[in-house]
């Protein structure tokens, strides 16, 4: 799964929300296996320069994800989310399979 967040109004908010609630929270899904950010210094090659920050949250299938994202875990970090971008249009989400090559 990846998290595509554009540059927040207040980027100190943000940071201090995500990395103390969010991240916690979002590390009791069942099944996560790891999970990454990539912040700051993140540059696009199609024009997108709005990007701040990445979350990157890995699980062993695309079953494990829906399973995770039905538990209790799973709808507080969807509400939560919301705290972090209100709108649609302030995150990117993708939930893939992803192979090892």
Known sequence: MIAIYKTPTDREV????????????????????????????????????DVYCIGTLYFESLAAIKIAFESEQGKACAVDRRILAPHDHDVQIYICDSIEV
């Open 14 to 49: 943000f940071d201090k929300h995500y990395f103390e609630i969010h991240i916690p929270l979002a590390k009791t899904l069942p099944g996560l296996i790891r999970y990454e950010v990539a912040k700051g210094g993140i540059m696009s090659t199609t024009g997108h320069d």
